[in-house]
């Protein structure tokens, strides 16, 4: 797929990752759709726009499947098409198992593997339609291999994978993909605040020795979209941390 004059929605694309991959697929000529909770910052979408292609602001709770319907049907009423979705956002919300209610379980799931489900089966009937499309779906190693602490992070990332696999083989007979990016320890503000003594545990993990970057996950996910003979893949961006 040429990504000049496609249409993107990136979602959770305020900072972080979810900023730098909608920048990216600016850079390629692409039209991006920005969202997040609430309305995003006039510098993102400038940072958009520099790249002189057409940027939509569209806020929604992904986890309300009204406002995501409402979110689809207003990109194409002002883009006319949508090509890539790119399902970044997400939270976190760690405890120890023992220690972690219900409610901590069900809102990370809740955004992380409902809210993508939401948004791809919003956009399914036009991509069906017009017989092609690609979903990138941001996973995590977390869901790979589990970890202390992120009982409900490791379940959401992981049904993101399953989901991934799923759509793919349910898409394909209408040319639409269905592929996951599962990032390692990215050099985010998230780990910014980690304590030195931890960032040091991790990188000794980590064979390449040291934390990826946002560009790099930007660069995969600009991958994914332009081969179209890749699908229901996750392809881990992580250093080397997981390798089989």
């Known amino acids: 797929m040429r990504l000049t004059d496609k249409t993107v929605l990136v979602t959770g694309s305020t900072q972080g990752i979810g900023l730098a991959i909608a920048q990216a697929f600016a850079k390629q ?4 759709v920005v969202n997040g909770r609430h309305a995003v910052s006039q510098t993102v ?3 958009i726009q520099a790249e002189n292609v057409s940027c939509w602001d569209l806020s929604a709770d992904i986890t309300d499947p009204d406002a995501v319907q409402t979110m689809i049907d207003a990109i ?3 883009a006319g098409r949508l090509d890539v979705v790119v399902n970044n956002a997400g939270v976190v919300n760690d405890k120890l198992l023992n220690r972690m209610s219900e409610t901590d379980f069900s809102q990370v799931v809740n955004t992380n593997l409902t809210g993508t489900f939401n948004v791809i089966k919003a956009c399914l009937r036009p991509m069906y339609k017009a017989r ?3 979903f990138i779906n941001m ?3 977390i869901g790979l291999t589990g970890n202390v602490g992120q009982a409900n992070y490791a379940a959401s990332k992981a049904g993101v994978i399953g989901l991934t696999k799923s759509v793919a083989k349910e898409a394909a ?4 993909r269905c592929n996951a990016i599962a990032p390692g320890m990215i050099d985010t503000a998230m780990t910014a605040q980690l304590a030195d003594r931890v960032k040091t545990g991790i990188l000794q993990q980590i064979p390449l020795k040291r934390l990826g970057s946002t560009a790099e996950v930007a660069q995969t996910a600009i991958f994914l979209a332009e081969n179209d ?3 229901g893949q996750t392809i ?3 250093g080397g941390l997981t390798m089989q």
């Open 29 to 32: 000529g692409a039209n991006v």
């Open 45 to 47: 979408i400038d940072s």
């Open 76 to 78: 194409y009423e002002k």
């Open 132 to 134: 092609s499309g690609a």
């Open 139 to 141: 996973a995590s190693v």
């Open 173 to 176: 007979m209408r040319g639409i």
């Open 229 to 231: 003979y890749i699908t």
């Open 236 to 238: 881990t961006v992580d």
